[in-house]
């Protein structure tokens, strides 16, 4: 009885530690605690499929097109530029073209210019420093392509290791059923025995420990199955594939 306390708690303290943790993720003091059964009246079926693409590959992919896209526009910095322009000049004059004078006609708009034309310009004086930018710039797509590859690498063990992690917990969670009946028959008999006087009552108690300690290791089991499943589904990275299970 004194070892149970014991284990009691230090449950106790561990779930006082979880909530603290967790009100301090969300920010807030009211954290309501339910009792959600699901973990434990179902299992999670191994229904994924590379299909999306994780989004620390998507990001890194998208930095090296990002970084192309500006070496592009770098390059088109030494390329000639044509330019067209036009312009028009109005003024007011009291003079018309004979010489006759109409002073009033000079608060008009009355006469006209035009222009139009075309410009090539040369970045002559720019190329060596435009060169130095695309130089820089293949560094930076080389480096870019070079997270991608860490990251790529770095995902595909993930991917491995989850994979071995859920079929691992899915072994054990089909074998603790096996050890929950043992403990069980292993009680009953305990209790036959006890009523007809064969053992001692500390016996069956032992007894009753082991079979409550083979419940709660089926019950953690099913926990850690959902946790490879919710950490495979991360690695996957789509959260839909553990939350359409859960619901």
Do not use: C, H
């Amino acid at each position: 009885l004194s070892r149970s306390r014991i284990e009691l708690i230090k449950i106790r303290n561990v779930f006082a530690g979880a909530i603290a943790s967790l009100q301090e993720s969300l920010a807030t003091d009211s954290v309501v605690i339910g009792k959600d059964e699901l973990l434990y009246t179902s299992v999670p079926q191994q229904t994924l499929a590379d299909t999306i693409e994780n989004p620390f590959i998507k990001t890194a992919r998208l930095s090296i097109e990002e970084a192309n896209a500006k070496r592009i526009s770098i390059s088109k910095l030494s390329v000639p530029r044509l330019s067209i322009w036009g312009t028009t000049y109005a003024r007011g004059s009291g003079v018309d073209y004979t010489g006759a004078v109409k002073t009033f006609n000079g608060f008009a708009l009355n006469r006209f210019n035009y222009g139009a034309g075309v410009q090539l310009s040369v970045p002559l004086l720019r190329q060596t420093e435009i060169k130095t930018k695309l130089q820089q710039q293949d560094w930076l797509i080389k480096s870019e392509q070079e997270k991608l590859n860490q990251v790529s690498s770095a995902l595909k063990e993930q991917k491995k290791y989850a994979d071995i992690a859920f079929a691992n917990a899915r072994s054990i969670a089909t074998e603790t059923p096996i050890q929950v009946r043992s403990a069980e028959y292993a009680f009953t008999s305990m209790q036959v025995r006890y009523t007809n006087g064969l053992v001692n009552y500390t016996e069956l108690l032992q007894t009753q420990s082991v079979l409550l300690k083979a419940k709660i290791d089926q019950a953690n089991s099913q926990s850690e199955w959902w946790k490879a499943l919710l950490y495979k589904a991360a690695v996957y990275g789509d959260i839909n594939l553990f939350v359409k299970q859960v619901k």
